[in-house]
């Protein structure tokens, strides 16, 4: 009798997941993972009140004279003097239309708001090429400079009523001296209700305060600082020594996963040792520093150990974060949940010699430690 050897069924099982389970069947996605899906808005807040081309009431300067684009007259304006040291509107309008020229994504919605009192007029076009030229142009021809107090608080209320759940949303605000009269108080309390805000709850919605003088850095500047540090995932203070022309704006991903198996079995590493690697997208300026250093931390637990003193730098878009399973394979096995994935939370700060740098967004990251199935290859064999 004739056999033949039949290779009825030869699979490889490989299970692969790059998600985290949960124990329930469907979860939704965070707000995290929606905001990655957005398009952005980017909305400047321009301080344009007369102080910005150096109008003063101090007489211990030389009288000023008229000035074009914008045109001003010191004389009749009833602040008769120049102060050239803080004659900064040219600067800040070039600042103005490099941020925007920067702005890469076409599907980004530009504002510009010029303020004082009031918001006194608005810009708003698409990012392309087309669309920022207009903008440019725009800012260039603005003439209104008119005497007015500097009502910060009232004009960044106004500013967010722009802001929308289905973008992430941007405020840049450029000013050169403290809120007028009451606003200060006003601006401070707004700020530290940030997260409660209708307009600014919620993840997607930034502030950048572009502090440009040091006048704007006194009493209540210094509150704001403190308080950005309370809300650093949502508010940046961008003080006089920096400039917001030169900073590189980053946003970081927040879901990344270790496949246990994967260092222990040779495919990555035998020892548990390994990277995580955490996507790095930039959100405003032209490259990230080849010297920018960021320092992670994990939350106390017994399965994953990062040095917060190692110095992660970018790699083709990534921050390469090294780290060590603290546990055997065979106690993994033993102790993680069979059920869903073990969820460990890191976090990500930029060291503090890096001036040049910040995290807009959220800075930490959530880790899933998965345990795959152990390959296998199943035969079944048949004769005739």
Same mark, same amino acid.
């Given at each position: ?24 069947? %469907? ?7 929606? #905001? ?123 500013? %967010? ?53 040091? #006048? ?10 403190? #308080? ?102 065979? #106690? ?53």
């Amino acid at each position: 009798m004739r056999h033949k050897l039949l290779l009825a069924v030869a699979t490889l099982v490989i299970a692969c997941l790059s998600l985290p389970l949960r124990a329930t069947t %469907v979860s939704s996605p965070s707000e995290d993972q929606e #905001e990655a899906f957005k398009k952005e808005r980017r909305i400047f807040l321009w301080d344009v009140t007369i102080s910005m081309v150096g109008a003063t009431r101090d007489a211990s300067f030389p009288k000023g004279t008229k000035r074009s684009k914008p045109s001003f007259d010191y004389a009749k304006s009833g602040f008769p003097y120049y102060n050239a040291s803080k004659d900064i509107f040219d600067k800040t309008r070039e600042t103005l239309i490099k941020l925007i020229s920067q702005v890469q994504n076409e599907s980004t919605e530009i504002i510009v708001l010029p303020f004082r009192n009031d918001i006194v007029g608005e810009f708003k076009a698409n990012a392309t090429a087309a669309g920022k030229e207009q903008l440019c142009n725009q800012i260039m021809n603005w003439n209104d400079l008119k005497p007015g107090g500097t009502y910060t608080a009232t004009c960044i209320q106004k500013a %967010v009523s722009y802001f929308t759940s289905d973008r992430i949303n941007r405020l840049v605000l450029l000013t050169d001296g403290e809120p007028s009269d009451n606003e200060g108080s006003k601006l401070i309390s707004f700020l530290q209700n940030w997260r409660g805000h209708k307009e600014t709850r919620g993840n997607g919605n930034y502030l950048v305060y572009v502090m440009l003088t040091d #006048e704007a850095n006194g009493e209540v500047g210094n509150t704001i600082i403190e #308080e950005s540090k309370k809300n650093p995932e949502q508010i940046t203070v961008i003080t006089p020594e920096d400039d917001i022309s030169e900073m590189v704006f980053i946003s970081i991903g927040h879901n990344a996963s270790i496949h246990v198996r994967d260092y222990f079995d040779g495919k990555v590493s035998t020892n548990g040792k390994g990277v995580i690697d955490i996507p790095c997208n930039i959100v405003e300026g032209q490259a990230i520093p080849d010297n920018s250093v960021f320092h992670f931390t994990t939350e106390e637990n017994d399965f994953v150990e990062i040095d917060p003193s190692a110095a992660v730098r970018v790699s083709e878009g990534k921050l390469r974060v090294p780290f060590t399973l603290k546990k055997s394979f065979e #106690e993994n096995l033993a102790t993680l949940p069979s059920d869903h994935d073990m969820l460990i939370n890191i976090s990500c700060e930029k060291d503090a010699a890096c001036k040049s740098i910040e995290i807009t967004g959220s800075r930490a990251i959530s880790v899933s430690l998965v345990i795959k199935p152990e390959p296998r290859v199943k035969i079944s064999w048949s004769t005739k």
